[in-house]
């Protein structure tokens, strides 16, 4: 419980919290990690999330994209976890978060300030002419979908391998960075760049850093307290030590 008290005292003490997180937020609502052993990776090769694979293989790619994101979205819904930053964002101690999942889940939760690091699952984008379209199930019925204007191949607006992060996303990561005096880590390994050097930078700009996560990570060396807790169980002893 250790872990947990002093995570609380931080919080308290902090008036410009930043969240970021990663697919181990969203496990206990249903949607797997892409590492460790249940992990996506374990089952698919990533390589059909490679930007030049898509281009070159659009069905292929979309087949798996549909049955592997598209079935999770949608029948998942935010756990305590989500709910729990949402809370201290009302609370007005917490400044934004940074996600790199695409489930949506912080925004359904509630959180306003979210920054989509890899992008989002809910809009597809034509990959000539870029117009934008809203995600739905009728629309990906035929794969790969086609662009209504010019018929151009659709692709999900997350972000594939190889691919460079949303530029809104990196200003607004930099503004939260600028402001932030502490920020909590949840369910990341932090095997991924760039996203992985937001706690490096963090420490950088002497900011303190808390991570919640059931296994050890490469963020871990660089917290001030771990919490070897999954995301919804410290959420809860969080609430609790803090009165929420
Ligand atoms: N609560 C909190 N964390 C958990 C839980 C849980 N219940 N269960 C697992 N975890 C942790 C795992 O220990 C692991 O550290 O969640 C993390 C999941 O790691 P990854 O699957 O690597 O997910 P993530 O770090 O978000 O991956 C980053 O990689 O494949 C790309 O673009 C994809 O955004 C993704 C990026």
Redesign the pocket.
Known sequence: MGSVKKAAELIKNSSNVVAFT????S??SGIP????EN?L?AKFD?SFLELSFFYSNPEKSWRLIKDIFYEYFGKANPNEAHSFLAKLEEKGKLIGVIT??IDNLHQEAGSKNVIEY?GNSKYLVCTKCGARYDFTEERIKDIPPLCDKCKGVLKPDF?FFGEGIPYEAITGTEALLEKGDLLIV???????YP?GLIPIEAKNKGMQVIE????P?KVTPYADVFIQM??TEAAKALEKELEL
């Open positions: 990663g697919a181990g937020i496990v206990e990690t892409f590492r460790g992990g990776w990533p790199q999942n890899h972000i949840i369910g990341t390994t932090g095997e991924v996203a919640i996560n059931p296994q990570s999954k995301a």
